[in-house]
């Protein structure tokens, strides 16, 4: 068997077997919509590009306030009306009325 002999002309869906312009009708359509689909994703990879980018610098924004709030905290001389001083402060206060009332009321019984 020769190799003309062993070609076989492509099957389309229906079972037939397509001409030469036929067959290449549908493959300057398969060209056509892949150049269609490389432009979308094309397209698509530049809008996700734009969006990484806006979202990398949102990111660095928020580390960097992240990084002032935190020297803010940390820096030297709190001030007074800090809540941790006025927790310092009420918590022996509570505790030793705390202690007077529990007195009073074992005395009591």
Do not use: C, Y
């Not at 020769?2 to 869906?13: I, N, Q, V």
């Not at 290449?24 to 919509?33: A, C, G, V």
């Not at 009420?90 to 005395?107: K, N, R, T």
Request: a neutral charge; zero cysteines.
């Amino acid at each position: 068997m020769s190799d003309d002999e062993k070609w076989e002309e492509p099957l389309e869906d229906n079972g037939l077997t397509l001409g030469p312009e036929e067959t290449l009708q549908n493959e300057i359509e398969k060209s056509k919509s892949l150049k269609v689909d490389r432009l979308r994703l094309r397209d698509e990879i530049t809008q996700l590009k734009a969006q990484n980018k806006d979202l990398k610098e949102k990111n660095q924004q928020l580390h960097q306030r992240i990084k002032a709030l935190n020297n803010d905290v940390s820096s030297p001389g709190t001030p007074r009306n800090s809540p941790i001083l006025k927790i310092s402060f009420w918590g022996p206060f509570l505790f030793v009325i705390l202690a007077l009332l529990s007195l009073l009321s074992f005395l009591r019984n």
